[in-house]
């Protein structure tokens, strides 16, 4: 409100324990009473909150105007001749990361609080004043290069996932692998035809717009000389089976925690298949569903929520069951791989534009059969599908090695300053 108070509550207490201002609420002068105004130095702790957060501690050293704080905090303020108030906080924040309050807090339905005489009692180590300030400058030494190591850190995994997209964008360039001189053109893949796109009826504006924009002049003149641009209908053994959606007829109610595994949305990922997600359906009702059973090598691709995730299913995957939320590719291994064909899926940019436009509805965004097979692929000599696949998969497996080693580096950064405080308050620093 205009001419409000700020008021800190419980949100503005990070999980690292440090104050957040960035968000910061109001309150009518009247109801901030005096005794509930801060000064820099101020020690607050969340007495009030879900049992993983509950004692949670922040310093508040902000000297930019008034502010006051909600009866879901506890200030403490405390002799500055005595106790150095960053050491109590520092204390705090040991005892919180070390589950003392949740093991001592009194839990409610939604919530947990702690009281007054478990705040006051809590064990901190109190060396001598000079004491406690030559470690707490010693602290904020070790924490500051420590969160320094974790901002680099944090910063890999969007390098990464820029890495990763120029990898396909590079791919689809054709400059990614080398030139085989004995490669058939693309063109003779699709010589052979795959029939005629049997009509249907248009699924209606909630399963997509009807409408996939064609290629710009830019795009198509990208190709390098010895490929093709094709669709996905004309990559099947024949057309009007190479797309294909899961069964309306599927019912959720008819889905259980056995039998034949079913894929739904959930488990499509970018380029893997997330088996935690599925669910099953009982044998005596798969029989009815054979013809969506799925093959190894068919390309899964989401038509709801997230539309156009894709992956390949695998052999151990073989004859499972898909839901009407999604789509399969059934290519033939003459013309196109089915690997190859999802990394087009994922990284070609031509694919997400035409994707995103076709898939406007009204209430949420969606794709059908007609939508998906007339989306372009840009197809390389079959020689050079292999040698992306391959290419692509082992520049991903060096990003996903690096990212991997990333979040452990972060993980033992979190973890020494834990130790770091904790040493702290034993003598040991």
Known sequence: MAGGIPHLRMNNITSECALDLSEVRTVPPELAKARHYLRPNDVLVCHTNSVKLVGKTALYDATDGERAFSNHLTRLRVKPDVIDPRWLWRGLTVLWRDRYFETRCKKWVNQATIERDVLLSAPIALPPLPEQQRLVEKLKRLLVQSRTAREALDRIPPLLKRFRQAVLAKAFRGELTERDPSDEPAELLLSAPAGKQSPKKRAGRLWGSGVVPGLTNKERRSLPETWAWAKVGDLGERREETVQVGPMSMRSKDL???????????????????????????????????????????????????VGRSAVVQPTQEGWLMTFHLLRVRVSPAKCLPEYLQLVFQGARHVGRQTSDASIGTTRAGFNTNLLAM?????APLGEQRRIVDEVKALFAQADAIEQAAVKARQRSEQVDQAVLARAFRGGL
Do not use: H, Q
């Not at 949305?265 to 088996?275: A, N």
């Open 256 to 306: 259980g925690v056995s039998g034949v595994p079913v894929l739904n949305v959930g488990c499509i990922r970018w380029g893997y298949i997330d088996e935690r997600k599925l669910d099953f359906m009982p044998d005596s009702l798969a029989g009815a569903f054979e013809r969506y059973r799925v093959k190894t090598g068919d390309v899964m691709f989401t038509r709801s929520g997230t």
């Open 375 to 379: 989306l372009d692929v840009p197809l």
